[in-house]
């Protein structure tokens, strides 16, 4: 069974750093696209990074931007999220998804991805 599952949310407070990791289990992402998206209640989903099947390819959201670093370990199976200077605007349930279509560049369009994780919470308070 493909899953992904995400970890390291949890609150934070503003200026602070998380860095979330999506883990993939009955499949390698060796061969799939990775992406970041978030999605506060009420609101659409967003678009926040994602890194190409090689790792060539990174793509950010302008909101996250010199902030935010997205890698990859195809040895460990595991895809990161490195979030630094969190403000509270950040805080949302962030999710990772895999697409299988190996194109040279990632694009940050959830309507590209095929699985998706359950999602982990991520709160920027004081």
């Known amino acids: 069974q493909l899953q992904l599952v995400e970890s390291g949310g949890g609150l934070v407070q503003p200026g602070g750093s998380l860095r979330l990791s999506c883990a993939a289990s009955?499949?390698?992402?060796?061969?799939?696209?990775i992406g970041w998206f978030r999605q506060v209640p009420g609101k659409e989903r967003e678009g926040v990074s994602c890194?190409?099947?090689?790792?060539?390819?990174?793509n950010y959201a302008d909101s996250v931007k010199g902030r935010f670093t997205i890698s990859r370990n195809n040895a460990k199976n595991t895809v990161y999220l490195q979030m630094n200077s969190l403000q509270p605007e950040d805080t949302a349930v962030y999710y990772c998804a895999a697409e299988s279509s190996q194109q040279r560049l990632c694009t940050i369009l959830a309507w590209k991805y095929d699985y998706w994780g359950q999602g982990t919470q991520v709160t920027v308070s004081s």
């Open positions: 890194i190409s099947s090689s790792g060539g390819s990174t």
């Open positions: 009955g499949f390698t992402l060796d061969y799939y696209g």
